[in-house]
């Protein structure tokens, strides 16, 4: 079972930027769906941007032409580079994986220890 790492996140001011990563154990992250998701506390986890079981990435709405999600296979990470931060991205980052194959993406998620983004206005 794979493992992720995220690396720490951090406190920036509005219209700064982050660059997250999270490294993958034991296997390439290109054997994986993966992905981006942050949680507030009191709301649900939502899907912030992904990489499709095709390689493609896809985003949510409000984070598009701002973050972007990349992967290096060789070195078996997954980055987030986020800039023009506006205090409504503050949130637990986490980072996920579920297998890939053929094109699909299948099976549960797993989970990173997620990492802390605070935005200040």
């Known amino acids: 079972r794979v493992r992720l790492r995220e690396s720490r996140g951090g406190a920036v001011t509005s219209g700064g930027s982050l660059t997250l990563s999270c490294t993958a154990s034991e296997d390439s992250v290109d054997n994986f769906c993966m992905g981006w998701f942050r949680q507030i506390p009191g709301k649900e986890r939502e899907r912030v941007a992904s990489?499709?079981?095709?390689?493609?990435?896809l985003y949510r709405e409000s984070v598009k032409g701002r973050f972007t999600i990349s992967r290096d296979n060789a070195k078996n990470t997954l980055y987030f580079q986020m800039s023009r931060l506006v205090p409504e991205d503050t949130a637990m980052y986490y980072c996920?994986?579920?297998?890939?194959?053929?094109?699909?993406?299948?099976?549960?998620?797993?989970w990173g220890q997620g990492t802390q983004v605070t935005v200040s206005s």
């Open positions: 996920a994986a579920r297998p890939r194959s053929g094109g699909n993406c299948f099976g549960e998620y797993v």
């Open positions: 990489i499709d079981g095709d390689g493609r990435p």
